[in-house]
């Protein structure tokens, strides 16, 4: 078989589609490989260049190419797409991978470690058990808002209803209704544990990572968002959202009007209008304003910390 240079592999659950040319770019090599068979038949091939589209499988079999020697790259699926031939099929998508990965032009996606991952598995974990905690909050409202009691917007009148239900003195809520949201309750008070569980994994991940604890700096930016560009981007990134490239409207993750678009991580779309409430010259003036007051009568309703409307319900 004569030398292959570049790859398209198409990765999926059980079966791989390969599709390799030479280096002048003729069809050496297209076949299909069961996911055993994958890592064998590419540690028997020359170094060669491969691409991948990105996605949540994508890092690892990068990592496991380039440990065999092989110089592997990630790339968007939307930038794939344009190479893709008609009548998609696992062999057209693997031929416009391979035809993808050769310009010079082409924007490739870095390679994450298993730690980045570990970190972001960790965000994803803690917003499920997020809008987990929500759902049962709402469920609480609308069920006690049948029976005529509805309290203050926000969760911080979550304690109230709790604290009504759990009274079983009063007769505002009939006896088999109090039994069901007893239930709710309990379970509102495990996913908040696992909220909490989940915060301090990610602080202590902050305070050991160099990166993060650097972004910390930044006005707006606290250890949850901090972490979850750590561990997703990369320095050219990070100096796009902290705008210090020539022009911010050329680069993938702003708008023309300079807002952090969708192409953006989700986890800090959020930090322009973070790091404008921020201001730190006025937030260093209010703290010394406010310093005095705060030592004297503790930390101020309006600013206390996102867990503490759950303090009356926590459980012990």
């Known amino acids: 078989m004569e030398k292959i240079t570049t790859i398209g592999l198409d990765i ?13 770019g003729a069809i050496v090599c297209r076949r299909r490989l069961r996911r055993d068979d994958a890592v064998g038949f590419c540690k028997a091939l020359p170094p060669c260049l491969i691409g991948i589209e990105a996605c949540a499988t994508g890092h690892h079999w990068a990592r496991v190419l380039m440990a065999l020697g092989h110089e592997a790259r990630l790339m968007p699926a939307c930038y794939v797409k344009p190479y893709v031939m008609r009548q998609k099929n696992d062999a057209t998508d693997a031929e416009a991978i391979c035809e993808a990965v050769a310009p010079p ?5 870095p390679v994450k470690s298993e730690e ?12 499920l058990w997020i809008r987990q905690r929500t759902m ?3 469920a609480l409202r609308g069920h006690l808002a049948e029976f005529g009691i ?10 109230m209803l709790i604290a009504l239900i759990e009274d ?4 505002l809520i009939p006896s088999l209704a109090r039994s069901a949201l007893l239930l709710l309750i309990r379970q509102l008070r495990e996913v908040h544990e696992k909220v909490s569980e989940m915060d301090r994994q ?3 991940w902050h305070r050991s990572n160099e990166l993060s604890r650097r972004l910390e700096t930044i006005p707006g930016i606290g250890p949850i968002t901090a972490s979850a560009i750590g561990a997703t981007v990369t320095d050219s990134v990070i100096r796009a959202l902290l705008r210090v490239t020539p022009r911010p409207r050329l680069l993938l993750t702003t708008t023309d009007n300079n807002r952090a678009s969708h192409a953006v991580h989700r986890a800090y779309r959020q930090v322009p ?3 404008a409430y921020a201001d730190p010259v006025a937030g260093q003036a209010h703290q010394h304003r406010a310093a005095p007051q705060a030592r004297a009568s503790g930390p101020s309703p309006r600013r206390s910390p996102a867990n503490a409307p759950y303090a009356s319900f926590a459980g012990p």
Not at 105 to 109: A, D, E, I, K, L
Not at 116 to 127: C, D, I, K, T
């Open 12 to 24: 999926a659950k059980h079966v791989f589609q390969v599709h390799g040319v030479n280096g002048a």
């Open 105 to 109: 032009t082409m924007r490739f996606v």
């Open 116 to 127: 980045q991952q570990s970190v972001l598995m960790l965000h994803r974990v803690r917003e």
């Open 136 to 138: 049962l909050v709402n």
């Open 150 to 159: 509805v309290t203050q917007q926000g969760i911080a009148g979550v304690g």
């Open 168 to 171: 079983g003195d009063n007769d």
């Open 202 to 204: 990610i602080h202590a």
């Open 273 to 275: 209008t973070l790091a």
